[in-house]
């Protein structure tokens, strides 16, 4: 059926004057479409904001709550070195503070004999001097008398000199003997600025341990954004830990999933698992359990708070249990691994005599490496799996942090979408208002200027 | 005392681990079928080399294995050649099929050819055996031409679930003179053998002309 163009343009024409005169209810009923949708996408928002707020909130609570435990746990440990410190350092000060004191004593004693001067020669030489002045060319007796004085204080002088060059050799192995003093002396204080250096440090590091955390106390953001950094790479350190832990895990499974056959029957099954494969994670995983608790009492890890409050002896009891225990796993291992070259050399001669290739059978293994590199390799990759329990603690503990920090992003983005949509859809009801209002826009036109003249013939009467 | 829902949670523990312990039978069996009749007793070295180096190597322990003979009346006790079954340690599956292997390397030195082939007769002797032991995959191999001859007075017809769920491949399928004349001969030949099979309840009859996929029907 075709419609010619008069009929088209009565129809636009129709249909401008009954969309005119619809106008008001479509107007409505698109701002209440618009409403809904945008309301509802608002609400979405508003909704995905609080739970992300609360989350967050919740997130950096245990987050402040871990990074005090830790910040009081490392000042507890400062604490103790401190005393250590001190315990130790400060407990020989008393003995360099005697050595010192001895010392000096020594070193003041030793000076103060060093400062004794010998006795000069008599006094009466002025004397003789005066008396030889008066007296010459005197009487010949006399001149024998002061020849004789001369003499004697020529060989007073002599001796005095002889003493006093005595005394000051006394005095220079004096002063020769101070010297290991003051080496004493000087030792004894290097070691004791050496005893005040060490406590200063610890000082120092437990001013900056307090520091961090009174911040952490305080709430103070950079605080909580330095402890959330650090435990998103505590988890991604932990998780390529884990990673690498895996693939031991998985190695070890499978050096001994071929063996376990031998051991456990191989018709029935778990699930569609073998029973041997099944039995072999079980090893595997006992062993991971093993060295949990190994970790656990040794007081690295803190899964099970019941154990932490375990008595030492009891503890101790539970350690040497779970290291035998590890130690009968790893020779377990250890064997299945030999076995399982066994059973490889087996598997290969059966298949080359099954096609038809004798010879092969009878030919015996040429070197032993692999089976002692198997065997090494089962004894030791339970003892590595045992360590699996500290990135193991590291990543649960760090990867509530995370993933709570990934969900509030999600939120977040969640409701800024959502939001974006709610705009855009008020926006669209806004552009088809008017859009609706150009199509119809004649008859708008032409109602506008007859309402505008009906008011103004009405303002003039 | 231990409380109502540590109680709930463990013997719900036991019963889903005692649920998840399956009693049904995982491993495999496998009935081979020899045809030793004029038109391919040549075959038969070839023959015993494939399921020693194809089918016997591929079995795990647990799995069980019947081998028999095609011949002039093949439903009878005497025509089946070897039966075992692997034990679940695999050094003691090993050693059972080395045995094996020599078992059928001495049928195959000392083995007749016979005038008639009766291939229904030998799989329903099979498909006995396989039933019996209650095999999650039940696998019949037929190293034949598939022409079957039957001697006077002997019939053979399938029960609608003598083959029930079985799995059934022609394997070193030879084409006779007829077939090379006409084509058509050999594939109506295996369309009638297929609408047999399906009939008794096996699976679609599988002709399989390259060996190296043995290994994988028998992994299916």
């Known amino acids: 059926m075709e419609f010619s163009a008069p009929w088209i343009i009565g129809g636009i024409v129709g249909s401008q004057f009954f969309l005119f005169f619809a106008r008001q209810p479509i107007h409505r009923a698109l701002t209440a479409l618009g409403m809904i949708c ?17 989350l967050w909130e919740h997130n950096r609570q245990t ?31 008393p003995t360099y503070h005697r050595k010192l004191s001895e010392a000096i004593t020594q070193i003041e004693k030793d000076f103060a004999e060093c400062g004794d001067t010998p006795p000069e020669a008599p006094g009466w030489t002025t004397a003789v001097k005066e008396l030889s002045k008066l007296a010459k060319g005197s009487d010949r007796m006399v001149e024998t008398v002061l020849q004789e004085i001369h003499k004697s204080a020529v060989s007073a002088e002599k001796r005095a000199i002889q003493e006093y060059q005595q005394a000051t050799g006394k005095r220079h192995k004096l002063l020769a003997g101070l010297q290991p003093h003051w080496k004493a002396a000087r030792s004894a204080l290097e070691s004791t600025g050496k005893v005040v250096e060490e406590t200063l440090s610890a000082t120092r590091h437990i001013d900056e341990v307090m520091t961090k955390y009174e911040q952490v106390s305080q709430q103070k953001p950079p605080a909580v954004t330095a402890l959330i950094g650090s435990r998103v790479q505590l988890f991604l350190i932990s998780l390529i830990v884990m990673a690498i832990a895996l693939g031991g895990a998985f190695i070890n499974f499978n050096l001994i999933a071929l063996p376990m056959s031998e051991l456990v029957p191989a018709g029935t099954r778990i699930g569609t698992m073998p ?10 995983l006992l062993e991971i359990v093993t060295g949990i608790f190994v970790m656990e009492t040794l007081g690295i890890t803190s899964f099970f708070p019941r154990l932490e409050n375990l008595p030492r002896s009891r503890r101790r009891l539970l350690l040497t249990g779970s290291l035998i225990f590890l130690f009968v796993l790893a020779l377990i291992e250890s064997s299945l691994a030999i076995l399982r070259e066994q059973l490889v050399e087996q598997e290969g001669a059966l298949k080359q005599a099954l096609a038809g290739v004798d010879a092969v059978i009878a030919a015996p293994a040429q070197s032993s490496i692999p089976v002692i590199g198997q065997a090494i390799l089962g004894f030791i990759l339970p003892w590595v799996l045992a360590m699996v329990a500290i990135p193991l603690e590291m990543l649960m503990s760090s990867g509530g942090t995370v993933i709570a920090a990934l969900v509030t992003f999600v939120l977040r983005l969640f409701g800024y979408l959502t939001r974006v949509i709610a705009h855009l859809i008020r926006f669209v009801v806004l552009i088809l208002k008017h859009l609706y209002d150009i199509y119809i826009i004649i008859p708008l036109q032409v109602g506008r200027l007859m309402r505008s003249k009906q008011a103004r013939s009405t303002s003039d009467g | 005392m231990v409380s109502f829902w540590p109680r709930v949670l463990l013997t719900s523990m036991i019963l889903l681990a005692m649920s998840g312990c399956s009693k049904q039978n995982w491993a495999k069996a496998v009935g081979v079928l020899i045809d030793v009749s004029g038109t391919y007793k040549d075959q038969l070295p070839d023959v015993v080399k494939i399921v020693n180096a194809g089918i016997l190597a591929s079995l795990d322990p647990g799995d069980s294995l019947f081998v028999v003979l095609i011949d002039d009346r093949s439903y009878e006790q005497a025509n089946l050649i070897a039966s075992i079954k692997l034990d679940v340690r695999p050094s003691k599956a090993n050693q059972q099929k080395l045995e094996t292997k020599q078992k059928l390397q001495s049928f195959a030195m000392t083995a007749r050819g016979s005038a008639y082939s009766d291939i229904s007769g030998a799989l329903l002797l099979a498909a006995e055996y396989l039933r019996e032991t209650g095999a999650r995959r039940q696998v019949m191999l037929i190293f034949s031409d598939l022409q079957e001859t039957l001697p006077k007075g002997t019939t053979r017809r399938f029960g609608s679930q003598d083959l029930r769920s079985m799995r059934v491949a022609a394997l070193n399928v030879i084409k006779l003179k007829t077939d090379n004349l006409d084509p058509s001969s050999y594939r109506k030949r295996c369309d009638e053998w297929n609408a047999r099979m399906t009939h008794a309840g096996a699976q679609e009859l599988q002709v399989i002309h390259d060996i190296n996929r043995l290994p994988e029907l028998l992994a299916e």
């Open chain 1, 275 to 284: 029973v041997s494969t099944v039995a072999a994670l079980v090893i595997v």
């Open chain 1, 63 to 93: 987050v402040l709550n871990a990074g005090r435990h830790d910040s009081a746990k490392k000042l507890e440990r400062e604490f103790i070195r401190l005393e250590k410190t001190f315990g130790k350092e400060m407990s020989s000060y």
């Open chain 1, 38 to 54: 945008s309301g509802g996408f608002r609400l979405s928002a508003r909704w995905a904001r609080s739970v992300a707020d609360q």
